[in-house]
């Protein structure tokens, strides 16, 4: 016998008329469990909403571009009594409060094997030589590229405005607001040194609104320079159909694009804990924290990597107290140890606590509080929060796209696949940026999406980066490149350090920050640098030098004997090269006997 089942729309989070930006299903149609059977679209996050078990479609109840709720009733689906569950309201949980497992390092890039048979349809008149999907630092960059090479491309972008999550939400309006407490500290920190200023007066409105200039300005001029470059820019939300073609919808309905090559540079979004009461406007991933829309008398930050401790920065600077609660045994895993201390003494004296080995089990949403419940070793069991941001990593679009109607591969993890050029299982289907691979950084989506551009321009280019720079913004800065000593160890690979305290720089010392240090690694076979690490202000400026050293493959001498500006903090690069030839004259280094 059979029986009815009512599908209804399911808690996406903090929604209300979300947009149904594709059916998938027709009236009638026989459906297996778990095939989607609509797209939403919040400002968070794209899901699908499954079958909950194998039947026939019944009634279709929402139609593309009609707006819906909680609880709206989406489709009647008739199933075999044997297998109805009891409950006739199936309300399943979102993509993103699915607890996601910590994605693991991946390769830059993977050997993949390409299917070639797939390009060789040139005869095909396609709308586009080129169409990008996504258009953040990867998108856009491809696409700039591609057309200055001379094909007729087309950035297919959800939102209006261009950027992705660097320039919208991500490196670009973090940065504009760690600059902010940057200031406040050193305003606060010349005290001692007999310069006083009064307490400053946030005008929340006014940063909020500089913040918004800031990367609007960006924003703009990316979509001036698609213009002055003849790019087809079309918002909508972008899903494969097969292998040369995409279905695009926006408000203005759907539309078919077809293509010979694409870009897949769909990005990530941020990992949700599952179990939180995401629904309350006072939880935040990290776009809802630069929004800025109060400064929150007390903070939780959950996950104390790069993302939560450039936010914890800047709210504390701002005001709040800050709780960090981290469940490795270290902030900022992935930086050596060393690196981490001074970070690490300057939070605990700004930051309320600083928790690690510690999770986050469970938040309640009371009326007056946010009630977090810790487990760990001597934490308290429940502290109470007026907003709780929870930054504990990033997943990859891969799994939202349609990629399997184009027959492109994508992992287990929602990562695509790619050779050194950036082509996916498909010969003429490309990906870059996060949607590859770890490190999600900007300049690894930048560099990876020129190869990919002039790839398809016909060039014979590779992804060959030796190292991928990584910098956390925080005060001080911590900055890292190549191997670092941790990995060192963990790999037997014979290494030698140069390290120089910036308690020897006059230039840190002359700016009351001489916490630092630069630390350089080299081959003890050929001198050649093989990696380094800084921590103190402005790391992320000096770690390029290491950069180009590895990637010049220069030796120490190579880096000492290279004259730097004095006083600068540049300085102490060549200084630590110094300290590994033993030829140092500003540290006094006894002869070991
Ligand atoms: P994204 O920037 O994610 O862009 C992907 C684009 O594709 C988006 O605009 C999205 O809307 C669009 N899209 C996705 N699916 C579809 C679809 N189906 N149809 C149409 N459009 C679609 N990195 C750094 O290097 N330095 C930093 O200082 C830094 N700070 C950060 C701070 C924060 C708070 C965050 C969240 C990230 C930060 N990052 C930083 C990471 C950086 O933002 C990303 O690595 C980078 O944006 C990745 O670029 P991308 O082009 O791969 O993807």
Known sequence: MAKTLKILVPDVGDFDSIPVIEVLVNVGDVVAAEQSLITLESDKATMEV???????????????????????????????????????????????????????????????????????????DYDFDLVVLGAGPGGYTAAFRAADL???????????????????????????LLHTAR???????????????????????????????????????????????????ITGHARFTDKHSLMVASEAGLKAVSFSRCIIAAGSQSVKLSGLPWEDPRMMDSTDALELEDIPQRLLVVGGGIIGLEMATVYQALGSQVTVVEMLDQLIPGADKDLVRPLQRRLKERMNNIFLKTRVENVEATEDALIATLSGKNVPEKLKFDRVLVAIGRTPNGNLIGAEKADVHVDDRGFIPVNTQMQTNQAHIFAIGDIVGQPMLAHKATHEAKVAAEVCAGEKSFFDARVIPSVAYTDPEIAWVGVTETEAKQQGIDYKVGKFPWAASGRALGIARSEGFSKLLF?????????AGIVGVNAGDLISECSLAIEMGAEAADIGLTIHPHPTLSETVAMAAEVFEGTITDLYIPKRK
């Open 183 to 233: 200031v406040i500290d050193e305003a606060a920190a010349m005290s001692a040194h007999g310069l006083r200023f009064g307490k400053p007066e946030i005008d929340i409105t006014q940063l909020r609104n500089w913040k918004g200039s800031v990367v609007s300005q960006l924003t703009g001029g990316l979509a001036k320079m698609a213009k002055q470059r003849k790019i087809t820019v």
């Open 523 to 531: 081959d003890p076979k050929t001198d050649q640098i093989i990696g």
């Open 50 to 124: 499954p079958a909950p078990q194998a039947g026939k479609i019944l009634s279709l109840d929402v139609a593309l571009g009609d707006t819906v709720n909680l609880g709206d009733l989406i489709a009647t689906l008739e199933v075999e009594a044997s297998v109805a569950k009891q409950s006739t309201n199936y309300i399943p949980v979102r993509e993103s409060q699915l607890e996601l497992p910590t994605i693991a390092a991946a390769e830059t890039v993977k050997p993949v094997s390409v299917d070639t048979d797939s390009s060789e349809e040139t005869s095909v």
């Open 150 to 176: 001379g094909l007729n491309v087309a950035l297919i972008e959800r939102y209006s405005s261009l950027g992705g999550v660097c320039l919208n939400v991500g490196c670009i309006p973090s940065k504009a």
